[in-house]
């Protein structure tokens, strides 16, 4: 009797299969709260940006959506949405793969900006008038999608500009009005990731009402350039230039795109006649795009020494045969604009001679039987030069943006 409950107490009791121990249940729901955290990180990030948005109009600023492409390059449909996708969106709404692309916002937008360091596709930013804080700044410098920055009037002081060259992917610098200055120019050869540039002395948008300031006709505030040798697209809006300038630019040894625009057409400022002669060392040096600056023969005769030129666009009023003949002399040009030059049918056709698979824009009027015998000459010519964008990720045509070169 005693050995039958010794041996019924030694039995151990029959557990459910589903029955399990404190470890196993914290296991447990650490396993789904991981699982969920995974499956929500999108929606959770979609509701952020969403906030976001709210915060940076509330601020004055706008913003674009990069919304996912529903065809590829080629125009087909893209691939089915994946399982995973369809059902985060019967749960989210169709915008829960929208991401933040574009922002502009006052500088002084500090909340806002803040923000902006979680923001997971912000590729373009665009920091309006007014002072920046250090707090903004180091936002800012977490965002490591972002490509093109836009300084619009900033107060932003060198030392501040400089805690930005942290940026991985950043490969294009704006800088306008009073962003534009000599210390904040120097300071951005500290950027080696940085191949384009654009330097407005007055700010993007003009406000309605308001006078526009003169050109900027400082040169010292240009002649930093010459340290950025990493360059290779620049654009110059709204300055006088200067002889010390065109040498500045001779020294940028990587520079392949240039742009002068909004040159003042005052009568008594006229484009140096010295210092084109320094650009003959930039050897990669591929296409000038200069529509609103009158250069003459002589100009043009320095311009012939760029062996790498392919493309060159100018006013051409004060253009004669002879600067066309400079002209003559390039290895290999793809494309001249001289719109309004004076020049000869005769040396046009020297010129259609000596580089039959060039196009060449003289405007109009053009000689009658120029047409004739060769269908490349005229106003507006359809086969312009190309230029790949300094990020080679695309061909544009030159004198158009996005990208690299104005």
């Known amino acids: 009797m005693d050995q039958s409950a010794t041996k019924q107490a ?6 459910r299969w589903l029955s399990f121990g404190l470890r196993g249940l914290m296991g447990l729901i650490l396993v789904i709260a ?27 600023g706008t913003v674009t959506w990069s919304v996912p492409p529903v065809l590829d390059p080629y125009g087909n449909p893209g691939p089915e949405p994946t399982t995973y996708e369809r059902t985060m969106k019967r749960i989210f709404g169709e915008e829960v793969f929208y991401r933040i692309g574009f922002v502009e916002i006052p500088a002084g937008a500090e909340e806002a900006i803040v923000r902006l360091s979680k923001l997971e596709k912000l590729t373009d930013l665009i920091v309006g008038s007014g002072s920046i804080s250090d707090t903004s700044i180091e936002a800012i410098s977490q965002l490591d999608q972002l490509q093109v920055l836009s300084l619009n009037n900033t107060q932003i002081t060198p030392v501040q500009l400089k805690r930005l ?9 704006e800088l306008a009005g009073g962003s534009a200055t000599q210390s904040n120019i120097a300071a951005l050869a500290s950027f080696s990731q940085v191949n384009a540039l654009k330097i407005d002395s007055r700010p993007f948008v003009n406000l309605p009402g308001r006078e526009q300031p003169k050109p900027s006709v400082d040169e ?7 340290r950025l040798k990493q360059v290779q697209s620049l654009e110059l809006v709204n300055f006088t230039i200067t002889e010390p300038v065109l040498t500045a630019i001779g020294g940028m040894q990587s520079l392949k795109y240039l742009g002068i625009d909004d040159y003042p057409s005052t009568g008594d400022i006229r484009f140096p006649p010295h210092g084109l002669e320094s650009w003959g060392a930039l050897e990669q040096l591929e296409a000038i795009y200069l529509s609103t600056v009158p250069l003459e023969d002589h100009h043009l ?12 666009e100018c006013d051409g009023t004060q253009i004669t045969d002879v600067g066309l003949t400079h002209l003559i002399k390039l290895p290999h040009p793809r494309f001249v604009g001289i719109s309004g030059c004076q020049v000869t049918e005769e040396t046009l056709l020297k010129y259609a001679s000596a580089h039959p698979g060039s196009s060449l824009d003289i405007g109009e009027p053009l000689p009658a039987n120029l047409l004739v015998k060769d269908g490349r000459y005229g106003k507006g010519c359809p086969e312009r ?14 004198g158009h943006e996005p990208g690299g070169f104005f």
């Open 34 to 60: 991981v699982l969920i955290a995974w499956l929500g990180q999108d929606g959770f990030q979609a509701r952020y940006e969403q906030a976001t948005v709210k915060q940076i109009g509330l601020a004055g």
């Open 165 to 173: 060259v942290r940026l991985p992917k950043l490969r294009r610098i």
């Open 301 to 312: 005769k320095s311009l012939s020494q760029v062996s790498s030129l392919t493309a060159i």
């Open 385 to 398: 030069q190309e230029v790949l964008d300094p990020t080679g990720k695309e061909v544009i045509s030159m």
């Open 220 to 226: 010292k505030v240009l002649i930093p350039l010459a």
């Open 10 to 15: 030694h039995v151990k009791p029959r557990r």
